[in-house]
């Protein structure tokens, strides 16, 4: 499991060359500008980056949740944010090849999984977002329609993609009657708000989905009604482990870059690498990393297993990693004194972007409400 | 069409490259092997022949230790549809002539229309391997290319002289090698690294190829680390730094 195979080895040595050779070098810029480099996403869809644990027959690449984790690593010392989207639309596209029938399989996954189009996932509600089973967007059968009305919060890539997994109530039964429902970008009553003005993850536009009366045919729904909660949960178990893979290639980037630092900087007569309570720190941040790196490939075993304890290792690992990456980053501005704090440096940046981290895929309190309830069996 | 294309494995670039006094050879475990940048974009430019012209096939052909089987794999998750491999204890320190008999020979024996090659490897540059293959199979070589228009029975490229550069063509079979001004490679994507060691590698002994049991005619007599750098002159400006720069870049024909 912690040995890395020829193919892993390969896998990730071709994500880290196109990563930094096709992103780090404008992370900046597009955090600057909140340029959302749909052509770079394109290029990564030709790689396989699109479908990476989504099966082969439809155009995904096949690979495990653990080959995904060592990707979001790879791809998000480069750019916390881009990493951040390519996980959130591999969400999608693996709902659609997970739950969908042959029919809707064939009809999105190629596309979304060649990234021609880009997938947004729509749960969390101006109203609704930690208790996601009291979401109020509502989808009334109408014939061989649903017709959907209400609101999402947070969208990311909300306006620019072409496909939306939409959470939608379709029974007042609580978490029994949430629908998933799957809306193309241009079907009539869909709108979207301006694109919000955020701490980070400039590189990607997040925004509200607004639905007005939005007709879908009956043949959107992805499983059966009301089994949209369960397909939500599956998704985020997976979601929690690849947002924290990009958390840890968020913090070793800034690790590298302050041990990088730290042997160049010279201060009371030597390098500052010398200074043993500045080592202890970079001692302190790698052992945080690994412990977090050591999780998320746990529970990345545990999905691909379907091991009874997924839940709880997918929260785990989550909230460690999460953790680990914003601490990581917070500590590399402060190693690098002034200079941290100055944008040229690129460790505020990783700061900004890794905060939200600990925020989304269930925050980092709901993390401990499930693992907290898992071990005292309430 | 069969194109194989020669690539060779060498220290990256981007590390410390080393010898090993002793013997005068390449120290491999300085540091990561990588397959030479500028063999694969030789065969970047046979993929897409390939990509215009799906009935083309493919092969890439390296001559090296055990080792050199990962700049093969690499070459076929970037789209190779097969690989070629020389491993022959008795090559160890071959040079350039006796690896060029060997190339030509296992040439012969894989069959091809066009060989594809870099102009010059980033670590022996010697930059004649290439023609004395086309020597010894007695085929044109068309070297140091800018560009090139592969077709079914002919090629046509543009050759980077001092002085200018030449238009020229050949009939097929013919030799080509590559410089840095033919695009960057693709990436391998995922497909084609997990369906690379599907694919067939040949390996090839010496004694399999038809060469007589040639030695190398080139011996290496010594190696000697290069001096470190010296600390440069420094100038302190009295007002006199400008004229005295002047001087210097006069005096070492710098401008």
């Known amino acids: ?99 969908g029938n042959d029919e809707q399989r064939a009809r999105w996954v ?17 109203g609704a977002g930690s208790d996601a089973a009291a979401l109020s967007t509502k989808a009334v059968l109408d014939g061989d329609s649903y017709v959907l009305n209400g609101t999402k919060q947070f969208i990311s890539g ?31 009553g869909l709108s979207f708000g301006p694109n919000e003005k ?93 412990t977090a790196r050591t999780l998320i490939l746990r529970a990345a075993d545990a999905l691909d297993r379907g091991a009874p304890d997924t839940v709880r290792l997918c929260a785990m690992a989550k909230r460690v990693a999460t953790d680990a990456g914003f601490n990581v980053a917070n500590k590399a501005i402060q190693l690098h004194g002034g200079y941290g704090y100055l944008s040229e440096y690129g460790l505020e940046k990783i700061a900004r972007d890794l905060r939200v981290h600990q925020i989304l895929e269930g925050s980092n309190e709901i993390m401990r409400l499930i693992v907290g309830r898992l071990a005292v069996g309430a | 069409m069969k194109i194989v294309v020669l690539v060779k494995q060498v220290p990256d670039t981007a590390e410390e490259r080393k010898l090993e006094l002793a013997t005068g050879q390449l120290d491999r475990e300085a540091g990561d092997n990588v397959i030479d940048e500028i063999n694969e974009r030789a065969l970047e430019s046979a993929l897409r022949i390939k990509d215009a012209n799906k009935g083309t096939e493919v092969v ?18 970037m789209g190779a549809d097969s690989g070629v491999h020389i491993l022959d204890d008795s090559l160890n320190g071959a040079d350039t002539h006796r690896t060029a008999a060997t190339l030509a020979a296992a040439l012969r024996a894989t069959g091809f229309d066009v ?65 840095e001004r033919f695009p960057e490679a693709r990436f391998p994507n995922f497909k084609g690294i997990l369906t690379a060691k599907r694919k067939p590698v040949t390996t090839l002994s010496v ?8 030695r190398s005619r080139t011996v290496v007599v010594s190696t000697a680390e290069r001096a470190p750098r010296a600390a440069g002159r420094k100038l302190i400006d009295d007002g006199s730094a400008a004229s005295e720069l002047a001087e210097f870049l006069v005096a070492n024909r710098l401008v």
């Open chain 2, 207 to 214: 004694a399999e190829l038809d060469i007589p049991a040639s």
């Open chain 1, 198 to 290: 955020k701490m980070g993850w400039n590189a990607q536009p997040t925004r509200q989905v607004i639905f007005e009366d939005v007709r879908v045919p009956v043949a959107n729904r992805l499983g059966e009604e009301g089994s949209g909660f369960g397909i939500a949960m599956k998704g985020l178990n997976g979601g929690r482990v690849n947002m924290g893979a990009c958390s840890v290639g968020g913090g070793q980037a800034a690790l590298d870059k302050s041990i990088a630092y730290l042997k160049s900087r010279s201060a009371f007569g030597g390098p500052l690498i010398n200074q043993q309570s500045l080592l202890f720190d970079i001692a302190d941040m790698d052992t945080e990393l690994e």
């Open chain 1, 110 to 126: 190629p596309q979304l999984a060649s990234m021609e189009a880009l997938g947004s996932y729509c749960l969390t509600e101006p």
């Open chain 1, 1 to 99: 499991m912690f040995e890395l195979t020829e193919d892993q080895q390969a896998v990730v040595e071709m994500v880290r060359d196109f990563a930094t050779t096709a992103i780090a070098p404008h992370a900046a810029e597009w955090d600057e500008t909140k340029h959302f480099p749909v052509d770079v996403l394109k290029e990564a869809g030709t790689l396989g980056m699109g479908g990476i644990y989504v099966r082969e027959e439809f155009g995904g690449s096949g690979l495990t949740r653990t080959d995904a984790a060592l990707i979001f690593e790879e791809l998000s010392k480069a750019d916390p944010t881009i990493a951040a989207y390519i996980s959130i639309h591999n969400m999608v596209v693996w709902m659609i090849d997970a739950f």
């Open chain 2, 115 to 179: 060989v594809l090659a870099g102009n010059e490897s980033t670590d022996g540059r010697a930059g004649v391997v290439p023609a004395m293959v086309a020597e010894y199979l007695r085929l044109p070589l068309l070297g140091s290319l800018i560009s090139a228009d592969v077709t079914d029975d002919a090629v046509r490229g543009v050759r980077q002289g001092e002085g200018g550069t030449l238009n020229v063509h050949a009939g097929l079979p013919a030799i080509l090698t590559v410089t």
């Open chain 1, 158 to 188: 909300a306006g620019v993609s072409s496909i939306y997994v939409v959470m939608a109530r379709t029974a007042d039964t609580g978490s029994q009657g949430i629908t998933a429902i799957v809306v193309p970008a241009e079907a009539p």
């Open chain 2, 60 to 77: 890439a052909m390296t001559m090296g230790p055990d080792d050199a089987a990962q700049a093969l794999r690499k070459a076929l998750s």
